[in-house]
């Protein structure tokens, strides 16, 4: 069974009392999303291998550890997970980026694939998933599975906020893909929102409605 990481960090719990503010606006919640995403970034990188490199400081020559092994993905599901993308990109230069895009269907709760464009050799790099929000479970289960089908085998997740189900949903499909979260909350609403949450991520990213 895969692992479930939450981050229970100072600054992140300060953080998402901001984000789950329905009083902070998109200009806030964009930056307070993108800082939460700089902290889970920093710890879903923290088994990344390295290797021993000499380097030469201006003092004298020194051995010092550089990051090995796969290159990197980071894969946004659209549209809320662009929120997260400068974040990681941030501490991850040269990773490349692969967009899903999905949508909830508002009724059975399904998602809807609308858009895909992946780096060409997906099988090769350590895959970083990213989207705000895990609600049934439904949109992240559906991105892995077709990461997996274009050949992906070392995935992981990350989300700021996930419900019981959707963590559950995951683990039961991908057991192998290992979860990054900010808060598991409560649970879900009858409409597919998690409790307490912060409504919808990409209307308060974009601000649409
Ligand atoms: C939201 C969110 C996830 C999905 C989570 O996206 O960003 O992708 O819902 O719900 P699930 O776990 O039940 O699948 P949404 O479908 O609202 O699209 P958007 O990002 O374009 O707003
Ligand atoms: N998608 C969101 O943006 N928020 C939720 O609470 C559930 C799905």
New binding site residues.
């Given amino acids: 069974m895969s692992k479930v990481i939450e981050v229970k960090h100072p600054l992140i719990q300060h953080k998402l009392t901001l984000i789950r503010d329905k009083n902070t606006g998109s200009k806030d919640f964009r930056l307070l999303v993108k800082e939460v995403s700089l902290l889970l970034g920093y710890e879903v990188t923290s088994d990344l291998p390295l290797e021993e490199v000499e380097i030469e400081t201006p003092l004298v020559k020194a051995k010092s550890y550089v990051i090995a092994g796969k290159k990197l993905g980071i894969i946004p ?5 662009l929120g997260m993308v400068d974040a990681m990109l941030e501490l991850m230069p040269a990773a490349k980026v692969g967009h899903i895009g ?3 269907d508002p009724e059975t ?1 399904k ?1 809807v694939e609308y858009y895909c464009k992946l780096p060409s050799d997906v099988s090769e790099r350590k895959l970083i998933v990213v ?10 289960a559906a991105a892995i599975t077709f990461l997996k089908e274009k050949g992906a085998n070392d995935i992981k997740l990350v989300n700021i906020i996930a419900s019981p189900e ?1 963590i559950s949903e995951v683990q039961k499909l991908h057991p192998d893909v290992d979860i990054y979260v900010a808060s598991i909350d409560e649970r879900l609403n009858d409409h ?1 929102y998690i409790l307490p949450g912060l409504g ?4 308060r990213l974009f601000g649409t409605k």
Avoid: E, F, K
């Fill in positions: 599901i659209l549209r809320a997970g999905l949508y909830r709760l998602p989207d705000p929000m895990l609600a049934t479970g439904g949109s992240a959707g597919g919808d991520a990409g209307d």
